[in-house]
Every structure is written in C-alpha cells, then in structure tokens.
Nanobody
Framework: QVQLVESGGALVQAGGSLRLSCAAS???????MGWYRQAPGKQRELVAT???????NYADSVKGRFTISRDNAKNTVFLQINSLKPEDTAVYYC????????????WGQGTQVTVSS
C-alpha cells in the first residue's frame, strides 16, 4: 500500500504561484500520478496526471498555468501552479493509480489552496 502526503497549500493572492508536493511512502515508479481538486459544494475534478512514462494530461481550465512533474527517485509528485485565480480555490488531492492484475488506487488527505481576489 502507498501512503500519500500532500503539502504546499496556502492562502495566496490572485496572480500568485504555489508549488504543491505529494510525498509517497513507497515507490511510485509504476503508478500514474495525478492531482485532483474539490471546491466547496462541487465534485472532485481532475487537474492533471502524469503517467509512468511521463505523458501529461491537464484539465482545460488549468492548461498553460499548471505543470505536473514527478521525481521517481524521491517518490514525489509536484504541481506547479501559476497565475492563480479565485476559482482555483479548492482542496487539492494527490492520487496514485495502477491497473493490471488488480487495481491500486490511493489518495492523500489533501491540501487547501485558497486564492483571494
């Protein structure tokens, strides 16, 4: 089992930047890693994912502003967030997903990002 711990959330002004980190308790090499977010009263939504082969995917709402990256040697995933908007306010969750003989799907506890206008 992999435990995920997010960090880096904060209260920032619109236009600012943040770097979120997700530290895993074990190897993430074979996992597709992702960031999701959930705003108050809304469903959790995909923000960005990166496969074990380095292929990235982004939600349309964050393209050009967010960058996901992974460091397999350190078992860590990052989300660089630039040009923050008030609508980016949410709890951001890290996810590790792998399929195959059986599905492995792990979530962190989340980190709060609040953007003031």
């Amino acid at each position: 089992q992999v435990q995920l711990v997010e960090s880096g959330g904060a209260l920032v002004q619109a236009g600012g930047s943040l770097r979120l980190s997700c530290a895993a308790s074990g190897s993430i090499f074979s996992y597709k890693m992702g960031w999701y977010r959930q705003a108050p009263g809304k469903q959790r939504e995909l923000v960005a994912t990166v496969t074990s082969g380095g292929i990235r995917n982004y939600a349309d709402s964050v393209k050009g502003r967010f960058t996901i990256s992974r460091d397999n040697a350190k078992n860590t995933v990052f989300l660089q967030i630039n040009s923050l908007k008030p609508e980016d306010t949410a709890v951001y969750y890290c996810n590790a997903y792998a399929s195959g003989l059986f599905v492995r799907d792990y979530w962190g506890q989340g980190t709060q990002v609040t953007v003031s206008s």
